[in-house]
């Protein structure tokens, strides 16, 4: 895989509305993946983050290795990053983050509301959890003259509350994170096809996933391995042929739901110099 190269229209534009909107923010929220803490960040943001307090989520904690979370949270804290474990499917933490935005500003005095914006990558979960803290009773307070537009701020538990659209970085020169991005289905099936990154997953987890060596299952090719998963799953074509292609879809989706196992796709960084391991551990 080469280098990503892409920037929809309206991530552009959303990057643009945000650096008009920073100023009437007073803390932004990152949302994570668990699974990829560092490279589901947007260090294209980077400029706008450091001029506002943050605190990061890490979202989908119930599809990671939990022990792996665990190391995470005590590397940012480490590093004097707020962060929040949560899981936007069944609101697991979420209540966790009113205490820490509260720490943000004690003892500080404001004319209004606090006011939040929340941002992420697209599909690190931003509308479940925003749903979650948001909540179905939550009153819109309207919108501020001449920036924002068609948006509402939502008023919860004494904070105004901001969605910014989801934004990747304009590319990705990393072909691994790439990669791994596109196995969260952050990036779209037309710059890596499932069918490929099927066999990408099954190479380097599938062993983790499935444990074949102590079932003494041995491939000698790399197809092989989908074609076995195709199998158990049932998909076959008239004359019995193996319907790889649904096999492909439906193994990532079962990766991505957490069918397959709690799997982190990236370790923390050993000192403050290092890169993140490529080496994840085997799901618990």
Do not use: C
Not at 27 to 35: K, L, N, P, T, V
């Amino acid at each position: 895989m080469q280098t990503i190269h892409w920037y929809p229209g309206h991530m552009a534009k959303a990057k643009r509305q945000l650096t008009d909107l920073i100023q009437y923010l007073d803390i932004i929220i990152e949302i994570r993946d668990a699974r990829l803490p560092l490279i589901s960040h947007n260090q294209d943001l980077e400029p706008l983050l450091k001029k506002r307090p943050n605190l990061v989520l890490l979202n989908k904690t119930d599809l990671a290795d939990p022990e792996v979370t665990g190391r995470w949270s005590d590397w940012f804290a480490g590093k004097g990053v707020s962060v929040v474990q949560v899981n936007g499917r069944n609101g697991q933490g979420v209540q966790a983050i009113w205490p820490k935005l509260t720490q943000q500003f004690a003892g500080k005095q404001t004319p209004r509301a606090l006011r939040i914006g929340v941002v992420g990558i697209p599909n690190v979960g931003k509308s479940s959890i925003l749903n979650r803290i948001t909540g179905s009773g939550s009153a819109k307070t309207g919108n501020l003259p001449g920036v924002t537009r068609g948006k509402q701020w939502i008023k919860r538990n004494g904070f105004e509350i901001l969605d910014m659209p989801g934004l990747l970085p304009p590319k990705i020169n990393n072909q691994e994170d790439g990669i791994k991005l596109a196995l969260i289905g952050t990036i779209r099936e037309e710059i890596i096809p499932t069918y490929d990154l099927a066999l990408v997953l099954l190479e380097n987890y599938g062993e983790q996933l499935f444990g074949w060596s102590k079932e003494r299952i041995v491939f000698e090719h790399i197809e092989e391995k989908l074609q076995w998963y195709a199998k158990k799953r049932g998909f076959l074509l008239k004359g019995g042929a193996i319907d790889l292609n649904r096999g492909a879809s439906a193994l990532l989706n079962d990766f991505r739901n957490g069918q397959l196992g709690r799997i982190s796709l990236e370790l923390p960084p050993l000192d403050s110099g290092a890169e993140s391991s490529s080496i994840a551990p085997a799901p618990r």
